[in-house]
């Protein structure tokens, strides 16, 4: 057989029944720019900057599916009242030539239930060590019907208007939480050996493709490794994988790593803004970030592509089209991805920093990201997600609320 030609990473593309115009995503980086889980002005400006800078499709981030779901009492919720901000979100961004998509999922564990007043959810009865509330062990009924609800919210995506969903299997979240050895302790059908590990992974991602079809793209962000001794890791991605692929639930996988719960350097790489997250944190938890910030925010050595070792062996084990997440900053690795196999990049801090950077790539092939990867970013989840290097004048003004750390690919 002839060999493929390698695509030309500023084209355009499909994804699943979407034409991107350029095979770029804006990776889910969570905004805290929603109130009372409502669609503001300031999160419609937040995506159409990002739209107007070149991407192929940005994502929303981070949409619930249960109000226990949520990471942060402000976060959207998919219910009706929320459907006239989504649309007008979605044809602001399509008005600037972009794709839109909406992180969809249930926190679990990585809840904080301490803003919303609902107990987080886990397969085991357990503790979050930030937020120092009990995790409930998640009953059968709680497991139909967070699955009835990623489905209704892929529903209500498409009918306000998002070209996609991502559907959310990493970082420790609900899904994440079921396929972690060292989390999931349960001894019935959603615990133990793996296929029922990945039972609420795959009834998820069955509930949502039954109620969009294709209509829009689907896609799933699974863990590869939770950065966690015990935890979920390589090899049984691969297997999970391969399993979504042979169920056709899925348009793309997007890989990632680390858990929000136990270990959430490991996903973003660089320096750990430990004294930063100490100081808006109020007591206890500042004493106690102070104290023992350095466990639970470690550093981990940060280069360009950091997560393409691992990805590529999922890669190799499945034909499905897959988005290379972590340290996409420039030209040359927009190109290896595209060498390696993978179909689109997803790049998160990169663009925090300058949402335009594709555009900037365009025009001068050699660019490279501003991004310094000091991951101050990370702390801003409290005040309205930004670059701490830009003006907050040019980032779309301040914001109020928590949110727990996650996805800055």
């Keep these: 057989m002839p060999e493929q030609a390698v695509p030309d990473v500023l084209a355009p593309a499909a994804l699943g ?39 192929g499709m940005t994502t929303v981030a981070y949409c619930a599916v249960a109000p226990e779901g949520r990471t942060d009492g402000n976060q959207i919720v998919w219910r009706p ?18 794709a839109v998509s909406a992180q969809v999922g249930h926190s679990g564990p990585v809840a904080d239930s301490t803003r919303t007043k609902l107990s987080a959810l886990g397969p085991s009865k357990s503790r979050n060590l930030m937020s120092l509330r009990t ?42 939480s079921f396929l972690s050895p060292r989390l999931n302790k349960r001894t019935d059908a959603y615990g133990g050996c793996l296929a029922n590990r990945a039972r609420l992974a795959l009834r998820i991602m069955r509930a949502v493709r039954e109620a969009v079809g294709d209509r829009i793209a689907i896609l799933a962000k699974l863990n590869m ?13 691969i297997e999970v994988a391969r399993w979504l692929e042979g169920e056709g639930t899925v348009d793309a996988l997007e890989m990632t790593a680390g858990s929000s719960l136990l270990n959430p350097m490991y996903l973003f790489k660089g320096a750990a803004p430990v004294r930063e997250f100490a100081g808006v944190m109020p007591q206890p938890l ?24 691992d990805a590529r062996q999922i890669r190799a084990a499945v034909d499905l089209p897959m988005v290379l ?48 990867h000091n991951n101050r ?8 997600s930004r670059c701490v290097l830009v003006p907050r004048a040019e980032t779309g003004g301040p914001a109020h609320g928590t949110a727990s750390t996650d996805s800055r690919g």
């Design 325 to 372: 997440l972590g340290g996409i900053t420039n030209r040359a690795i927009m190109d290896t991805a595209m060498h390696e196999g993978f179909q689109f990049v997803a790049m998160g801090r990169a663009l925090l920093r300058e949402p335009d950077l594709v555009d900037r790539i365009a025009a001068e092939p050699d660019a490279r990201s501003l991004c310094n």
């Design 135 to 176: 995790i409930k062990a998640a009953t059968t009924a709680d497991l139909d019907r967070v699955v009835s609800a990623h489905g209704e919210a892929a529903r209500m995506a498409a009918e306000t208007g998002f070209d996609a969903v991502e559907i959310h299997l990493g970082h420790n979240y609900l899904a994440s």
């Design 17 to 55: 029944p979407v034409r991107l115009r350029n095979r770029t995503i804006k990776a889910a980086t969570y905004e805290n720019r929603a109130r009372r889980g409502l669609v503001t002005d300031e999160l419609i400006d937040f995506h159409v900057r990002h739209g107007a800078g070149g991407v």
């Design 225 to 237: 490794d939770d950065g966690v001794p015990g935890g979920f890791w390589l090899d049984e991605a």
């Design 81 to 98: 009242e929320a459907a006239p901000g989504l649309r007008r979100l979605t044809e602001a961004v399509h008005a600037r030539g972009a």
């Design 377 to 384: 970013c990370m702390v801003t989840i409290f005040t309205g």
């Design 286 to 309: 500042r004493a106690g970030v102070k104290l023992i910030g350095g466990r639970f925010l470690r550093e981990y050595p940060y280069q360009d592509g950091y997560l393409l070792e």
